[in-house]
């Protein structure tokens, strides 16, 4: 019942952000939302609070994912299929190569293994957050089409290296076939 809660109260932030996002458009949706989050951190349900990750996957990322994938041109991600991969892959392993091996060269507590792990949360980019931080600025539609079908398969990509970070820590050892263990 906790979990239905604290579900409901982000739920009651999202709404609020964009409330706010709908009476000064001039900040970019995201950053209202980053907001929010900071200000939860004040509350108590939120100082030891532990979302069960199986239900942030199945409850926030998989429908926000599947909107976007609706919203998505079909057209224009073919005739960009290489292009958008080549983003969505090599940023994100780029991302999580230097956030890891930086985290781990600053903070020695942390193990290699965790550091590519923590790289590999920050890494994705959300397409919402996208559209909203791009909102104002004028871009080609072929590259606004570009940076959101990126932005839906990076999501992928950190996933896969999420995975491959933690198999690490828990084995020791590091390999690409035994990534989903």
Request: glycine share 6%; proline share 4%; no cysteine.
């Amino acid at each position: 019942m906790e979990a239905v809660f604290a579900i409901v109260l982000l739920l009651g932030a999202v709404v609020a952000a964009n409330i706010l996002y709908g009476l000064y458009s001039k900040i970019p949706l995201a950053f209202y939302q980053i907001g929010m989050g900071l200000l939860f951190t004040l509350l108590p349900l939120y100082h030891h609070y532990q979302l069960d990750p199986s239900i942030f996957l199945y409850a926030i990322i998989t429908p926000l994912m599947f909107n976007d994938a609706q919203n998505t041109s079909r057209r224009s991600l073919s005739r960009n299929l290489g292009t958008t991969l080549s983003l969505a892959i090599t940023l994100v392993v780029v991302t999580v190569l230097v956030l890891g091996f930086s985290i781990h060269a600053l903070l020695p507590l942390f193990t290699l293994p965790l550091a590519f792990a923590l790289g590999a949360i920050v890494s994705p980019t959300d397409a919402v957050a996208v559209k909203s931080i791009t909102a104002s600025i004028s871009l080609p539609k072929r590259i606004m089409n570009t940076l959101e079908n990126e932005s839906l398969f990076n999501d992928a990509t950190g996933i896969v290296a999420l995975a491959l970070s933690l198999a690490a820590f828990r084995t020791g050892h590091f390999s690409l076939g035994q990534g989903d263990h």
